[in-house]
Antibody
């Protein structure tokens, strides 16, 4: 059974940085695109970023492009999200999710439990 | 990239059927058969219930079905049950500035 476990969330001041991790197990991590999706408590899902299975291609939402960097270590079965220049509006629960194999893939059936990032002074 | 448009809320009685719409454009919903639907209960991660407009992942009840007409996709839940009360989100692949867009979400209340 596939499992995704996020970590690294917490309280950070505006302008600060944080790195989220997502440890994957139960499936061949290196075969799949991976995504980050965030959700302000009480609000809707918002797609953040995705990375190709071999790490060669990454896409970002307009709101985070230039500030966030997605990466992966297939040897460690781990996905990362480096978040810099954090803003109050980045406060949310961040989920990692498995994608598919094609370039048209989206988040699919396997999601983590989420990690809360709070940006506040 | 603007979010896909969903109704804020829908409701139905046990045993009834309801339909949730998800409206986009020719750049997303109308242009590709890559619409997914998720169910989310409070405090839980989203659950994948429909992909590629009409397909159901293994283990998802046949009471959930998807369809699409033009730029609007729809999720129909038949034989409503109390446990169906949740938030529902659509998503689509898009050729816009970002490759994935979600809908704003619909709260389903089972009366």
């Amino acid at each position: 059974e596939a499992q995704l476990v996020e970590s690294g969330g917490g309280l950070v001041q505006p302008g600060g940085s944080l790195r989220l991790s997502c440890a994957a197990s139960g499936f061949t991590f290196s075969d799949y695109w991976m995504h980050w999706v965030r959700q302000v408590p009480g609000k809707g899902l918002v797609w953040v970023s995705r990375i190709k299975n071999d790490g060669s291609t990454a896409d970002y939402a307009d709101s985070v492009r230039g500030r966030f960097t997605i990466s992966r270590d297939n040897a460690k079965n781990t996905l990362y999200l480096q978040m810099n220049s954090l803003r109050v509006e980045d406060t949310a629960v961040y989920y990692c999710a498995r994608g598919g194999r094609a370039v048209t893939n989206q988040p699919s059936g396997d999601w983590g439990q989420g990690t809360l990032v709070t940006v506040s002074s | 990239q603007s979010a896909l448009t969903q109704p804020a809320s829908v409701s139905g009685s046990p045993g009834q059927s309801i339909t949730i719409s998800c409206t986009g454009s020719t750049s997303d919903v109308g242009g590709y058969n890559f619409v997914s639907w998720f169910q989310q209960h409070p405090g839980k991660a989203p659950k994948f219930i429909i992909y590629d407009v009409t397909a159901r992942p293994s283990g998802v009840s046949s009471r959930f079905s998807g369809s699409k007409s033009g730029n609007t996709a729809s999720l129909t839940i038949s034989g409503l049950q109390a446990d169906d009360e949740a938030d529902y989100y659509c998503s689509s692949y898009t050729s816009g500035s970002t490759p994935v867009v979600f809908g704003g979400g619909t709260k389903l209340t089972v009366l």
